[in-house]
C-alpha cells in the first residue's frame, strides 16, 4: 500500500496541449475524474491550451480554474483533481518515484509530440509523458493533426518505439451519430488503454446489425 502523497495505481495524469481540440480534453477531464478507478487526477493544462480553449470554449477562460470549471465535474469528482502549473517541474508527476497508473495527452500537438518523441520535455507536461515512457508506464497521445507530414510520422514512429500509443480521435462513424458521442466513443478507447472505467452510453462494437 502506498504511503500517504506517494502516489499509486490509482492516480491518472491528463494533460492538455495546444491543440485544436479543447471540447476533448474538457471532457476527458469530466470523464477520468467520473471514473471509480481513479483516486486522483493530476490535470496540466499548457498556456497554449487556454488560448485555443478561449477561441473554442468561452472567451473567459484565463485560467487553469476557468479551464476546469468549464468541464463541470461534480463535486465528488471535482475533489479528485490536483491541478498542476504548467511551470512546476518540481511536481509530484516529475519524478518517476510518484507512482501513476499512466497518462493521456488530449489533444496532443504535434509540437508536444515532437518534443515528447525526442525527450527534449520543457515544462511539467513534457515531463510528465517523459516520466511515463522512462518508467514503462502507459501513455496515450492523442494527436490532433491531419493531413500529416513526413515530420509528423517520424515522431510518430519514434513515439510508438519509446513506449507511447499515439492515438489519434479519429470518430467512431459506426457507433457514434453526434459530435457528443464521437467525443466520448474515443475516450471509451482511451480509457481502456489506461485501464479504467468511465460513464459513457457505451459505443463497442458487438457486430454486423
Known amino acids: 500500500m502506498a504511503a500517504r502523497g506517494a502516489g499509486g495505481p490509482t492516480d491518472l495524469v491528463l494533460g492538455i496541449s495546444g491543440a ?5 480534453g474538457l471532457r ?55 491541478l498542476h502549473p504548467e511551470s512546476a517541474i518540481d511536481a509530484s508527476i516529475s519524478s518517476g518515484s510518484y507512482r501513476t497508473r499512466g497518462m493521456a495527452v488530449l489533444p496532443c500537438s504535434a509540437g508536444t509530440l515532437a518534443a515528447i518523441a525526442h525527450g527534449t520535455s520543457r515544462g511539467l507536461l513534457q515531463r510528465a509523458a517523459d516520466v511515463c515512457l522512462k518508467e514503462r508506464r502507459r501513455l496515450v497521445l492523442g494527436l490532433r493533426e491531419t493531413p500529416l507530414s513526413l515530420v509528423h510520422a517520424e515522431n ?12 489519434p480521435p479519429v470518430p467512431a462513424f459506426y457507433a457514434a451519430r453526434t459530435a457528443e458521442e464521437m467525443l466520448d466513443a474515443f475516450l471509451e478507447r482511451v480509457a481502456d488503454l489506461l485501464d479504467v472505467r468511465i460513464d459513457t452510453a457505451g459505443f463497442r462494437w458487438t457486430g454486423a446489425r
Open 20 to 24: 485544436s481540440g479543447s471540447r476533448l
Open 28 to 82: 476527458a477531464l469530466r470523464l477520468f475524474a467520473g471514473s471509480p478507478d481513479v483516486e486522483r487526477l493530476h490535470v496540466v493544462v499548457s498556456p497554449r491550451a487556454l488560448v485555443v480553449a478561449r477561441d473554442e470554449v468561452d472567451a473567459s477562460i484565463t485560467s487553469v480554474e476557468a479551464f476546469v470549471g468549464a468541464a463541470e465535474t461534480r463535486a465528488e469528482a471535482r475533489a479528485k483533481l490536483v
Open 156 to 167: 510518430i514512429l519514434a513515439a510508438t518505439r519509446a513506449g507511447a500509443i499515439v492515438a
